[in-house]
């Protein structure tokens, strides 16, 4: 039988990933099937159990499934038991679900590609909720001098900041926190999906200085045009979408897919 592997999410119609997953198989040879799945709200556990009695090996989960994929799992990755959240589900031989989280593997992997410096950097993030939680540790693990995490609900940075504080230099505050300028500021708000930008005083960016947004679209997001019009560099998540696929398709298939074949084509679609 084939090995079969999918998204989960509600809504997943518009989801790029069985395109992206289609390209890695064929770029690296591996025989697989990938589909989107909406699961029902009320029972991701048995959606996943029935796609496993179908042949199912694996899959991605979206929003708003994150934690309960997390739930369910039988083990965990260290990084995905401190993140609270699971975007890549792994059956074993033995019938276990192993579960982790790759979107942080994903945003790194884009940094690097776009030459973003993260040793010694000072880097600010934006937001406090499940997207942020999940990309932290890989960014601690790249040795910024600092990481400040700010929050429209300044508790919810704090908590953040006091549960990853033990993987390096991090410190959680409200947004009236912002002080100093920055190498790097990641906006991780769900805020540009309304069109909206939490308020950030002029002159945040370090010279040379990095807007990372965890959101894409075909126009810059309004944090992105912000940025822009401050002198800094913007990139949008796109790469980070592909970034973190590519990472989940290396632990199904032990094979690493490249990344800038299927980023081209999916930037040149959305135009
Ligand atoms: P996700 O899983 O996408 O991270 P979430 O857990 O609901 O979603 O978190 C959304 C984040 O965006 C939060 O940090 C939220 O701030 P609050 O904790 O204060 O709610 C932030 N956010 C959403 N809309 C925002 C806005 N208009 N301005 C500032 N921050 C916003």
Known sequence: MTDRYCVFGHPIG????????????AETGQQMEYVAIE????????????????????ANVTVPFKQDAWQLCD?????????????????HEDGTTWGDTTDGVGLVADLRRNDVMLEAARILVLGAGGAVRGVLEP??????????????TAEKAIELAQDFAALGAIEGAGLD????????????????????????????FA??????????????????????RQGARG???????????????ELWRGVRPAVDGVLDELRSQLQ
């Open 14 to 25: 518009h989801s790029k990933s069985p395109a992206i997953h289609a390209a890695f198989a």
């Open 39 to 58: 699961a029902p709200l009320d029972d991701f556990a048995g959606a996943w159990r029935a796609f496993v009695s179908k042949g199912g090996r694996g």
């Open 75 to 91: 083990q965990l990755s260290d990084q995905a038991r401190r993140a609270g959240a699971v975007n890549t589900l792994v059956l």
């Open 139 to 152: 960014l601690l693990a790249e040795k910024p001098r600092q990481i400040k995490v700010v929050n429209r």
């Open 177 to 204: 926190g912002i002080d100093g300028q920055y190498d790097l500021v990641i906006n991780g708000t769900s805020a540009s999906l309304a069109g909206d930008l939490p308020p950030l005083p002029d002159s945040l």
């Open 207 to 228: 010279d040379g200085g990095v807007a990372y947004d965890m959101m894409y679209g075909a126009e810059p997001t309004v944090f992105l045009a912000w940025a822009q």
């Open 235 to 249: 990139i949008d998540g796109l790469g980070m979408l592909v970034g973190q696929a590519a990472a989940s398709f």
